[in-house]
């Protein structure tokens, strides 16, 4: 063992000891929480199948076991339509950014309670701030990449064809950033829900799958009954999943909604209502450790 | 250094959960550069108190100062003069040592080099591996390291050693007495009273919740319970022992009475038996005098270090 460098602090008074930085030194750390959890992220193998990989699976395993019954949304007469790869791949978009969010954010929280990393991040100067930013953004980074990912599996290994106008992409581009961050933040809110860290998946699985279910990641919304349809747009997903709807699917498939339409404005004012509850919910819940548990 | 207002201060400090007293009423210095070893047996209060004195719970009742703040209202600026070391840890550990400690580097305002804190912990060859590929004892170690990365001035350290062996004990000892020599000022709870002993400038000893006795380390317990035993067997093989100050005097006293006594042991307790004469003495209810009237008891699991053979 060598020595451990002289201590300059040594004990004396505050006075003179380097600042933390104040707003700058909290951005910045948040910066580096952010490659810090991306790291993480990555090198989990649990996230990296059950919430990156995830939406890979599935669209495989419709485009294998549906593609042969046809296109969906054909004529009589066997024009039109579009390959079931086609119509899920908006689906499994949605799909991973909850997976991100809500379901990768709420274990690993609940999982970082649980092991004493929270607790030990809360004896040291780090701001809640860039703990949050580090979250954020690993979740932006991570679904971004998949998104990526997704997108261009869908083009160039099910020959799926993307939209080609810039305000189709501009409309992805705020669905995707406002279906993230709305994401992030329930999940953060989410992660108090379960009492261990053990618990975390049991609680927070079935949560995500009944509204991926209801919302029309898995099944045809058009198909789902009426009151079905109506509860699952109490929740965001089933307007992630419209907005990415409008964004890949021919104009023609907005007949199928609800309302006949893609409703992009009802898309925006129910994410951006869910983002405020979850970032109330999720500064009211949020703790370093459970004080006196 | 000398004069300057204790760097921890606790009056009367009391935590209650629903109906349980966890702490009735303590009360204790730490003074700069000072290490104080905070003793007790399992359940007695001990990281309570120290997880006040951390920021992490809060108190019923009572005044607490730590590094000239109320660690309930400090903030960010206090903590980055603190050093936690937690009693437990169960991450799952997905990033190297050397990623993990210039990650905590990174959220300290002056903090050690990164390189050096990893040679000092012993950790130099396991600086690229994974933590939740590290042994138990090795991961302690990070532990340790991320408590001094950030160069504090007061240092808590919750049963550092657990999970050592007997060589990094050894390698942890020097290196707390390196951060003592930097002036650090260090409140270590262990269960290893010759850890307290070899590290420790002065201690408390908590029972029940409350502080039963509190002084150096030489001094802790009462000048009754370190006079020295002379033990042996009788003519009869009947277990004979004596307290005294003067265990030649006894034992030259023994030989011109019958020669060479069988058994012959002079003991001189060590904290361990001075504590545990504390803890016993108070479960007993305060009716003996603390430890030092049954011998068997008191001395009964005392390690061999504490003995001195006497050549006759």
Known sequence: MSAVGTNTANGAPAAGAPSLGGLGGILRLGASRVLYETRVYFRTPDTVFFTFLFPFVMLGIFTAAFGAAGNIGENADGTGGISVGAYYLPAMLAAGILLSGVQNLAIDIAGEKGDGTLKRLGGTPLSPLSYFMGKLGGVLVTALIQAALLILVARFLLGIDLPTEAGRWFTFAWVFLLGVITCAFLGIALSALPRSGKSAAAVVIPIVLILQFISGVYLQFYVLPEWMQNLAGVFPLKWVAQGMRGVFLPEGFASLEQTGEWDFPMVALNLAVWLVIGLVLSRVTFRWIRKDA | ?312
């Open chain 2, 1 to 312: 250094m000398e004069t300057s207002s204790p760097v921890v201060r606790v009056r009367d400090l009391h935590k209650s959960y629903g109906g349980l007293e966890a702490l009735r009423g303590i009360s204790f210095d730490i003074r700069a550069g000072e290490t104080f070893a905070l003793l007790g047996p399992n359940g007695a209060g001990k990281s309570t108190a120290i997880e006040i004195l951390e920021g992490y719970r809060d108190r019923t009742s009572g005044d607490v100062s730590v590094l000239g703040a109320d660690p309930q209202r400090a903030g960010r600026a206090w903590k980055a003069r603190l050093g936690i070391v937690l009693q437990s840890t169960g991450e799952s550990g997905n990033v190297t040592v050397a990623e993990q400690l210039s990650h905590f580097a990174g959220l300290y305002p002056n903090p050690r080099r990164v390189s050096e804190v990893i040679d000092a912990v012993g950790l130099a060859s396991k600086a690229k591996t994974r933590i939740s590929k590290l042994s138990g004892g090795q991961r302690r170690r990070v532990d340790v390291a991320l408590g001094i990365i950030g160069r504090p001035e007061l240092l808590f350290l919750d049963e550092p050693t657990t999970g050592f062996d007997p060589e990094a004990r050894h390698q942890f000892w020097d290196l707390v007495r390196r951060l003592k020599a930097e002036g650090t000022t260090i409140l270590l709870t262990t269960h290893y009273l010759d850890e307290a002993a070899q590290l420790g400038d002065r201690a408390g000893v908590i029972n029940d919740g409350r502080l039963i006795d509190i002084g150096t380390i030489d001094e802790i317990g009462g000048s009754q319970a370190r006079v020295p035993l002379v033990r042996w067997r009788d003519a009869d093989g009947a277990p004979r022992e004596v307290r005294t100050q003067e265990p030649g005097r006894v034992v030259a006293g023994l030989i011109a009475a019958g020669g060479e006594p069988a058994g012959l042991e002079v003991i001189r307790p060590s904290l361990e038996d001075v504590y545990l004469g504390l803890v016993r003495g108070e479960r007993r209810g305060h009716n003996n005098e603390t430890g030092a009237d049954n011998g068997d008891e008191t001395t009964g699991t005392a390690g061999g270090d504490s003995e001195e053979e006497v050549l006759a």
